[in-house]
């Protein structure tokens, strides 16, 4: 089955909604993709003298080592990171932290590679000197102000990290991961379920359903007493009609209007995922 997923646009959404809960500052400029003088697949500028100070105070966050400049590149889970690749993204980081910042950009960059496979070769060059800062982030020094770290996104399966950490998790691209590791974060106590839910949907719709499912199921003998629950299901159920066509939501929403009850709303939502695979592209 090829992979039509927009890897790059799903990171890019979770990084316009959440850098600063990633990185723990105030964004005082954000750019995707942005190809004028130089092209990096995010940049953002934050303002260090501002905290982020948002209900979101606990938790690991991934990109807490970021500075006044800093850029991304994102491997998605078809790709990898090759010593070629790595060396055309550090001089792209470099030249566009001294756009934005001039002088001052020395030493207060940074550079955010995300992947989805762990680039061992590359991380046995000592030229590189790379270095393990967690299991999941390696340092490279070999260009002086710029701090480069590679992430790599297998290695967070198992962390508990929060909400800021669930951000990165919810872009895994393995599919035999996926249904165990969505589970987990949308069980999350989150402000941004929303978000988790989006760039899950956005990746895989059936997985997604698959994941929810789960969690309806482990809760199932609460029956009468999960209001909440299903008011969070229908809220996700509705968030996957969205993304369907005019006439597919039209004839599923009279009946998401009707269903009362957790064992009403499975059965619709197998009939909504059985229809919706062969209608939707993604």
Do not use: C
């Not at 959404?13 to 003088?37: I, N, P, S």
């Not at 500075?67 to 690749?85: A, H, P, Q, V, W």
């Not at 490279?140 to 480069?148: E, P, Y």
């Amino acid at each position: 089955m090829v992979d039509r997923t927009d890897w790059h646009g799903t990171a890019q959404d979770v990084f316009d909604e959440k850098m600063d809960v990633l990185t723990g500052y105030k964004v005082l400029e954000a750019e995707r993709e942005e190809r004028t003088y130089i092209h990096v697949d995010y940049f953002v500028e934050l303002d260090l003298d501002n905290p982020y100070d948002g209900p979101i105070q606990e938790g690991i966050r991934p990109f807490a080592r970021a500075k006044r400049y800093n850029s991304f590149e994102i491997k998605s889970f078809g790709d990898t990171l090759n010593e070629n690749l790595f060396r055309k993204y550090s001089a792209r980081g470099l030249l566009k932290a001294h756009i934005k910042g001039g002088l001052a950009a020395k030493g207060n960059a940074t550079l955010y590679i995300v992947v989805a496979n762990k680039p061992i070769k590359l991380l046995r060059v000592s030229d590189y000197e790379f270095s393990e800062v967690t299991s999941w982030m390696f340092q490279s020094n070999w260009i002086g102000g710029l701090d480069i770290y590679i992430i790599v996104l297998p290695g967070l399966r198992e962390i508990d990290g929060g909400e800021p950490m669930a951000y990165l998790q919810a872009l895994e691209g393995n599919p035999k991961h996926q249904k165990k590791v969505w589970s987990r974060i949308l069980r999350l106590d989150t402000t941004g379920k929303r978000t988790l839910e989006s760039t899950i949907l956005k990746i895989d719709v059936e997985g997604y359903m698959s994941s929810i499912a789960d969690d309806i199921e482990l809760k199932g003998e609460l029956k009468g007493k999960l209001k909440g629950e299903l008011k969070s299901l229908k809220e996700s159920v509705r968030l996957v009609l969205a993304i369907a066509p005019p006439s597919f939501q039209n004839r599923f929403k009279a009946q998401l209007k009707k269903a009362t009850s957790v064992e009403t709303l499975a059965t619709l939502q197998k009939n909504i995922l059985r229809e919706l695979s062969a209608t939707i592209t993604y």
